[in-house]
C-alpha cells in the first residue's frame, strides 16, 4: 500500500475554491444570458480555470503541495476576467461578476502559485515521478 506525502489542506482547498470561482464562470454566461464572445469568453476561461485549479488540487492532495505553473496560469486567466467586460463592453451586471470572480481567481491562484514555487525550491523543479 502506497502512503501518500502529508498533504497541504490549505493549498488544496485554495485550488477547490478557485476552481468553484471558475465553474461560477461558466455558470455565469448561462444565468446572465451572455451572447458571443462574452458567452464563449465566460465558459472557455472559466472552463480552464476548472481544469487547471483541479488540477493543482489534485498535485496538492498526491504531493502535498499545488503546482505553480497551473496555478500561475489560472491566475492569469483570472486577471482576463476581470478585463474581458471592458474588452467586451458588457453590461454592469454582468462586469461586477465577471471582476469579482477574476480577482478572486487571480489572488486564490496567484497566492497557490507562489505557494507552490516555493515549496518546489528556487529552482522550480518539481518531485521525482509525479
Do not use: C, H, K
Not at 464562470?25 to 464563449?40: E, H, K, P, R
Not at 465558459?43 to 488540487?57: N, T
Not at 462586469?95 to 496567484?110: C, N, Q, R
Amino acid at each position: 500500500m502506497e502512503v501518500l506525502p502529508v498533504m497541504s489542506d490549505s493549498a488544496q482547498w485554495v485550488s477547490i475554491v478557485s476552481a468553484l470561482f471558475g465553474a461560477w464562470l461558466v455558470a455565469s454566461a448561462f444565468v446572465f444570458d451572455l451572447v458571443g464572445a462574452t458567452y464563449w469568453n465566460g465558459i472557455v476561461v472559466g472552463a480552464a480555470v476548472v481544469l487547471l485549479a483541479g488540477y493543482s488540487a489534485y498535485r496538492s492532495r498526491v504531493t502535498g503541495t499545488g503546482n505553480a505553473w497551473s496555478s500561475g496560469l489560472a491566475a492569469l486567466l483570472g486577471l482576463w476576467a476581470m478585463a474581458a467586460p471592458v474588452v467586451y463592453e458588457a453590461a454592469t451586471t454582468t462586469t461586477w461578476s465577471s471582476v469579482a470572480s477574476g480577482a478572486a481567481i487571480a489572488v486564490l491562484s496567484g497566492y497557490e502559485a507562489y505557494e507552490a514555487r516555493t515549496a518546489t525550491g528556487a529552482s522550480g523543479a518539481e518531485s521525482p515521478g509525479v
